[in-house]
């Protein structure tokens, strides 16, 4: 054995896949000895020395450990639901619809149609227990090009924007804390500042996550107790000033002043929902999780349940202690709770409480940065596993069980697509693209039952409860095209673009190819240019 780190090869390429058995479990790989590079790489087809200079078997992982329980598995998806979300949405939402009761009736309908979606990730997570979540739904239900177009958009644009909008968040608040400036008018010197320490965030994350999972696990727990309680105390202060009496922020009629505008309402949607997004991120680690077919299930629907009931709670107090139209114009609607209410006391209790919520945030948005990121960096890996991604995204460092290239992809990505968006649009557009997929998954359920009947499902969701995650999916993919249609025009494009890429370079015949080189000849000739 070297000194260095071991690195094993998560590839399915057919020149190396080792042989299986009928129930595709890998058959004996091997080692071979690299001394020069300082590591072990695994190749799936020799044998490996053993110390008396016999040879033995010995299987390579292709599989990331199993090392999540229900506990473990929940507080992830709570880690990752209870972040950004929850403390900079309120202020979208009211803005979209212009009404308390509004705002209340979209983030429970953002939580039942989240519920609903959950319940359909429930059957499709029993059947498909490896990790890659909506990948291996797409692939099963529509074939490999719809699986290579998944990656492609999702893989690499959605995540990374998902990961670059819970980053601003965070540097958002952070930097708030010590430069205050008004949103509106924010200096090009603050925007930067904040852009860069979104980066810096995402370095450090990759950088932990990449030593060891199981020191990422154990920052998302403590990261979970904590912004529960920054929560928890948000609500309580709205539950004091209910007490008190102190109800004139609500006592107007809670429909006064509704916005009715049906396609505008899929941006309040886009805004609640992303509160609500952390729990696919359970089924995208299915292949980690310890007894997955009753784990799975219930912790998608605990997490639900306590989203739910904690997001509508959080905006009653949030109306309580805030007058709807500051609500409607301030972003950092916690750290302006905690400044009104303490501020009461006096002005010192003020700041502190503008302190104290303005650091939960920036802790709640961290943890949920950290565990957006272990979830999306399973994807790259499983796709390069199934030949849709380079085989080096495939490495797995084998000492800590880290798929150590499929997370420095995805905090490559994030850190890209922190720089030429601002957030707002981040969340509409990893919206738009989320439910666009997530649909397609929630219509795999019945066409699966029907091209698939005998396949084992230890949970069958029940079909009404799917068609109306199905339409709550066309709602939010059709709703912007009336309300914004160049940006969402512009995503259907990209993802058009993935065809001929998957023909000329992934798919076994390469269709492409034929004409792909003669555009290329052409091109060299018009431009004077080479390879």
């Avoid at 509508?312 to 972003?331: F, Q, S």
């Amino acid at each position: 054995m070297t000194r260095g780190s071991i690195i094993s090869l998560g590839v399915a390429n057919p020149a190396f896949r080792p042989q299986t058995d009928q129930d595709g479990n890998a058959d004996c790989d091997s080692i071979v000895d690299v001394k020069e590079f300082e590591m072990e790489i695994v190749d799936p087809s020799s044998p490996v020395p053993s110390s008396n200079g016999a040879t033995e078997e010995k299987a390579a992982p292709r599989e990331l450990k199993a090392t999540f329980n229900l506990p473990h598995a929940v507080s992830l998806a709570v880690g990752q639901t209870i972040g950004s979300g929850i403390f900079i949405s309120p202020n979208d939402v009211v803005k979209q619809v212009g009404s308390i009761g509004m705002s209340l009736v979209i983030w429970l309908l953002s939580g039942i149609l989240s519920m609903c979606g959950a319940l359909s990730f429930c059957e499709l997570g029993t059947m498909f227990k490896r990790s890659g979540g909506e990948f291996q739904y797409i692939k099963a239900a529509y074939g490999n090009l719809a699986a290579f177009l998944y990656l492609w958009v999702c893989g690499c644009i959605r995540n990374g924007m998902g990961c670059a909008a819970i980053a601003l968040s965070f540097s958002h608040y952070f930097v708030t804390l010590f430069w205050e400036v008004d949103d509106s008018v924010a200096p090009t010197e603050f925007l930067f500042v904040k852009k860069l320490v979104a980066t810096a965030a995402i370095v450090i994350i990759v950088a932990v996550n990449s030593y060891s999972t199981k020191i990422g696990l154990y920052m998302q727990n403590v990261f979970t107790v904590l912004k529960l309680s920054a929560l928890g105390i948000l609500i309580l202060l709205g539950l004091y000033k209910l007490c008190a009496g102190q109800t004139e922020n609500i006592a107007k009629p809670w429909f006064e002043g509704t916005i009715v505008d049906f396609p505008k309402w899929t941006s309040a949607f886009f805004a609640a929902l992303w509160s609500y997004s952390g729990w696919n991120c359970i089924n995208m680690m299915a292949g980690e999780i310890k007894n997955p077919v009753k784990t799975v299930p219930r912790a998608l629907v605990t997490t639900n349940i306590i989203m739910i009931s904690i997001y509508l709670v959080a905006n009653i107090a949030y109306h309580t202690t805030l007058p709807l139209e500051t609500l409607m114009n301030e972003r950092a609607v916690a750290m302006i709770s905690g400044r009104l209410v303490l501020g009461q006391i006096n002005s010192t209790w003020g700041r502190v409480g503008e302190i104290f919520f303005g650091l939960s945030v920036a802790i709640s948005t961290f943890g949920a940065l950290s565990s957006s990121l272990m979830g999306s960096s399973r994807l790259p890996f499983i796709a390069a596993q199934e030949d849709f991604f380079p085989r080096f995204v495939g490495l797995i460092q084998t000492k800590n069980g880290t798929p150590i290239v499929g997370l420095f992809t995805m905090g490559t990505l994030a850190t890209f697509w922190v720089w030429p968006i601002d957030l707002s649009g981040l969340i509409k557009y990893v919206g738009f693209l989320s439910w666009a997929w997530w649909g397609l998954c929630f219509a795999a359920v019945p066409g699966l039952r029907y091209t698939m009947p005998d396949f084992p499902r230890t949970f069958r969701v029940f079909l009404p409860v799917t068609f109306f995650a199905c339409l709550g999916s066309l709602y939010l993919v059709v709703g912007p095209f009336f309300d914004n249609p160049v940006p969402c025009s512009i995503w259907l494009g990209v993802a058009a673009v993935g065809v001929p890429i998957y023909y000329g370079f992934v798919d076994e015949q390469q269709k492409c190819k034929g004409w792909m080189n003669w555009l290329l000849k052409k091109l060299s000739v018009w431009l004077r240019a080479s390879l």
